[in-house]
C-alpha cells in the first residue's frame, strides 16, 4: 500500500446552493482531493507506469517535465515514492511561490527565460533538449498519448458510474486537453447522448477554434492552467460540441462561492468549470451536468484574486 494508490475515485457532489433552482443538478468532481492535490496526479502516475511497462525508465532515472504547477507536483509524488529524480523547467514569468514549492518537494527547478513557442529559450524547447543532453526521461504530457488515455480508462469510467449511468452533459476547461479529450472519448462510446462542453477563459483562442476550426484572437487573463492561444496536440475537437467564454471575474466570484457556500477549497480554473456547468444545466436537460474541479486553491494563496474583488492591501486579521 502506498499514497499512490489513493490518486483517483475522487468523489463527485451535487453542488447544492451554486446548482439549487436549476432544472437539472450540477455534479462536481473533486480532482482536487488528490493526493498531490490536483488532477495532474492521474497523469504523472499513468505516464510513469506507461514508461516503467516499456523499459525506458531505469531505477533511479531523471524524469524533466515543462512545468509550472500541478503537473511538477505530481510527478514530486511519484518521484519520491518510486525514486526517481525530478528536473522541473519554469518559464520565469511563474510566481516564485512555485519554485520554492517544486524545490521543498525535491525537484531540481530550471528557470527559462519568457519566450515565445518557437523560440530555443521557451522553457518547453529548454526541457526538451535538456532531456536529449542528458538521457533524461521528457514526460512530455502535452503530447504523451499515456494523458488521454488515463482519463479515457479513469475518470470517464468513474464518473459514468457515479452519477448511475445518467449524464447530461460533461463541462471541463482545457490546459493540455487530457481531460476533455479522455472523458469525451469515453462519454461517447459509452453514453453518446451526452453533450460535451469546453470551458474557456475569456483571452483563450480555444472557445472560437471549437465554434469554427479558427484559433480566436489571445489576450491575457488570470485564470491558470486552462486555455491558451495553439490547439495542444492531443487535445480533439471531435469530442467536443461546444464551449463556453467565462471572465475572470465571473471565474473567481464563482470559485468564493465553491468555498464558502459549497465547502470545496479549490482554484480559479474550477470556478470557470462551473460558470459553463451552471450555463448549460439553466437550459435544461433530463440528466445532471457534470464538471471537473481540476485542483486546490492551496497553490493561489499569492494571487492578488485570492483575497476578493475588492483587492484588500493586507489579508484582514
Ligand atoms: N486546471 C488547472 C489548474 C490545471 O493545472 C490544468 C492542467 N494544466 C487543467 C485545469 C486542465 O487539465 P488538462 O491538462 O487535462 O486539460
Known amino acids: 500500500m502506498s499514497i499512490l494508490e489513493s490518486i483517483g475515485r475522487t468523489p463527485l457532489v451535487p453542488l447544492h446552493r451554486i446548482g439549487h433552482g436549476?432544472?437539472?443538478?450540477?455534479?462536481?468532481?473533486c480532482e482536487?482531493?488528490?493526493?498531490?492535490?490536483?488532477?495532474?496526479?492521474?497523469l504523472a502516475i499513468a505516464i510513469v507506469d506507461d514508461a516503467e511497462a516499456r523499459g525506458v525508465l531505469a531505477p533511479g532515472a531523471t524524469l524533466i517535465e515543462a512545468t509550472a504547477g500541478n503537473t511538477g507536483m505530481g510527478l514530486a509524488l511519484i518521484a519520491a515514492i518510486r525514486g526517481y529524480a525530478l528536473v522541473c523547467v519554469?518559464?520565469?514569468?511563474?510566481s516564485v511561490d512555485k519554485r520554492v514549492a517544486l524545490a521543498?518537494?525535491?525537484?531540481?527547478?530550471?528557470?527559462?527565460?519568457?519566450a515565445p513557442p518557437d523560440s530555443p529559450d521557451n522553457f518547453q524547447n529548454v526541457a526538451r533538449r535538456m532531456a536529449r543532453e542528458h538521457g533524461?526521461?521528457?514526460?512530455?504530457?502535452f503530447c504523451n498519448p499515456a494523458n488521454v488515455r488515463v482519463h479515457e480508462m479513469t475518470t470517464g469510467p468513474e464518473i459514468l458510474e457515479q452519477c448511475g449511468g445518467r449524464i447530461g452533459a460533461f463541462v471541463a476547461g482545457a490546459g493540455t486537453g487530457g481531460t476533455i479529450t479522455g472523458v469525451g472519448r469515453f462519454l461517447r462510446?459509452?453514453?453518446?447522448?451526452?453533450?460535451?462542453?469546453?470551458?474557456?477563459?475569456?483571452g483563450s483562442g480555444l472557445a472560437r477554434w471549437v465554434a469554427d476550426g479558427v484559433i480566436g484572437p489571445d489576450s491575457a487573463y488570470q485564470v491558470e492552467g486552462i486555455g491558451?492561444?495553439?490547439?495542444?496536440?492531443?487535445?480533439?475537437?471531435?469530442?467536443?460540441?461546444?464551449?463556453?467564454?467565462?471572465s475572470d471575474d465571473e471565474s473567481f466570484a464563482m470559485t468564493r462561492r465553491l468555498w464558502t457556500e459549497e465547502g470545496l477549497f479549490v482554484g480559479g480554473s474550477a470556478g470557470t468549470a462551473v460558470v459553463a456547468a451552471v450555463r448549460v444545466a439553466a437550459r435544461g436537460g433530463s440528466a445532471p451536468v457534470v464538471t471537473v474541479l481540476p485542483d486546490s486553491w492551496d497553490?493561489?494563496?499569492?494571487?492578488?484574486?485570492?483575497?476578493?474583488?475588492?483587492?484588500?492591501?493586507?489579508?484582514p486579521c
Open 299 to 315: 497553490r493561489y494563496l499569492s494571487r492578488p484574486w485570492i483575497r476578493g474583488p475588492h483587492r484588500d492591501p493586507e489579508p
Open 22 to 29: 436549476l432544472p437539472v443538478p450540477v455534479l462536481a468532481k
Open 136 to 141: 533524461w526521461f521528457l514526460t512530455d504530457q
Open 90 to 94: 519554469l518559464p520565469e514569468k511563474m
Open 189 to 202: 462510446k459509452h453514453a453518446p447522448a451526452a453533450r460535451v462542453v469546453l470551458a474557456d477563459p475569456v
Open 104 to 114: 521543498a518537494l525535491g525537484a531540481r527547478v530550471v528557470v527559462a527565460p519568457n
Open 228 to 246: 491558451t492561444s495553439r490547439p495542444p496536440e492531443i487535445l480533439d475537437r471531435s469530442v467536443i460540441d461546444a464551449a463556453e467564454s467565462v
Open 32 to 42: 482536487h482531493l488528490n493526493p498531490g492535490g490536483s488532477v495532474k496526479d492521474r
